[in-house]
């Protein structure tokens, strides 16, 4: 059994700013999609698949369900921007910021990012932040002094470059976006998103006729970029990414350009929900709620996202964090059983010398988390 559709929406104010979530069952796609609006506007989109054979009522849950987590992470990222309002850990608000950009939640992140530098935090990542921010709210003139401030602060940082690439696409200056592609990938030569720029810029070029000497053997050049795309995100491989490539065989550049656009903002509406941004919130301002089993769930969601990305060295550093995390509850445990068992018996010297001895070590983990979130 199944249904045609079904629907599920609810609205979140953010300090007198109003979005519009809905979650939908499409069956066409066998999927529960749920996007975020403002002002008529999709601002992010995410999709799960589900069981065809699910019945109508469990498929009326899954909706439901999938709308409830997108809407509860939204909440409490806006909760949590209350919570922060006073205070002047920059770092915090570098987070939160990158945090909701993430979830597309444009203004609120350029206040988090704006409040961590008048904290005194200059960060490159956070003139990322800002500058993607006015990016999307068509702020370009804006946007290129902040990526480019970011540039002036770490001038090795590939996503900048990308991002001012970016910029310069949307002013149709071709020349100038390669090069900052082109510097992208000499920073990281497997960065897949400087790859996709780099060929919808030189699309553009052929179209627009600007520059002569970035069409010369332009045909196996972008077989290269197009095939490499595919290497590096197999998930690229459907019919309107196979179009491309035979567009791109028969010089067809016009519809080049048109699919890998397409292809791209497809990809930049998804919202992506960052696992070390979310450890890092819980760990700031949830720590002394957790337990052994909440750590262990976060464990195992990172082993699988490394399982998926063996080479990603950020992953490796928040399962530290997390282990670190984990001894901190441990020490607390065993700090409290020899606290009973002195309790139990008071002349036992033993257990005072293990007390004390771990109290010592609850403290200086107490000092390492805070270190490691800094």
Do not use: W
């Not at 749920?34 to 009522?57: I, K, N, V």
């Not at 806006?78 to 939160?96: P, T, Y």
């Not at 932040?129 to 990526?147: P, T, V, Y």
Request: aromatic share 6%.
């Amino acid at each position: 059994m199944s249904i045609d559709a079904y629907d599920h929406r609810s609205e979140i104010d953010s300090s007198g700013t109003r979005y519009y979530v809905q979650s939908s069952l499409v069956p066409s796609q066998r999927s529960v999609v749920t996007s975020l609006f403002h002002e008529g506007t999709l601002l992010a989109r995410q999709s799960e698949r589900y069981d065809s054979t699910l019945a109508p009522e469990a498929l009326r849950t899954l909706v439901r369900r999938a709308h409830d987590v997108y809407r509860l992470r939204l909440e409490s990222l806006v909760d949590l921007r209350e919570r922060l309002k006073k205070d002047v850990d920059g770092r915090a608000h570098l987070k939160l910021g990158e945090a909701l950009y993430r979830q597309k939640l444009f203004r609120e992140a350029m206040a988090e990012v704006i409040r961590s530098i008048k904290l005194g935090l200059e960060d490159a990542s956070g003139y990322a932040i800002l500058g993607n921010c006015l990016l999307a709210l068509g702020d370009l003139d804006k946007a290129m002094r902040s990526f480019q401030k970011g540039i002036d602060l770490a001038p090795g940082y590939a996503d900048l470059h990308n991002d001012l690439g970016r910029a310069y696409l949307r002013l149709e200056k071709c020349k100038d976006a390669v090069v900052e592609f082109d510097r992208a990938l000499e920073l990281n030569r497997y960065y897949q998103t400087a790859l996709l720029n780099l060929a919808i810029a030189l699309s553009l070029n052929v179209m627009l006729k600007q520059d002569y000497e970035l069409s010369r053997d332009l045909r196996g050049r972008m077989k290269r970029l197009l095939d490499l795309n595919l290497q590096l995100k197999p998930q690229l491989d459907t019919e309107e990414f196979r179009e491309a490539l035979r567009a791109a065989e028969s010089d067809r550049y016009d519809a080049v350009y048109e699919k890998l656009v397409r292809i791209r903002d497809e990809m930049e509406t998804a919202a992506t929900p960052d696992l070390s941004l979310e450890i890092y919130l819980i760990l700031k301002f949830r720590a002394d709620e957790l337990t052994e089993t909440d750590i262990d769930v976060l464990i195992d969601r990172l082993r699988s996202a490394l399982d998926a990305n063996p080479g990603y060295a950020d992953i490796q550093n928040d399962l530290g964090v997390l282990y670190a995390a984990k001894c901190k509850i441990m020490i607390d445990k065993a700090h409290e059983a020899f606290g009973q068992a002195l309790k139990r018996n008071p002349a036992f010297k033993k257990a005072e010398k293990n007390l004390k001895l771990a109290g010592n070590d609850r403290q200086g983990i107490h000092f390492l988390l805070k270190a490691l979130l800094d």
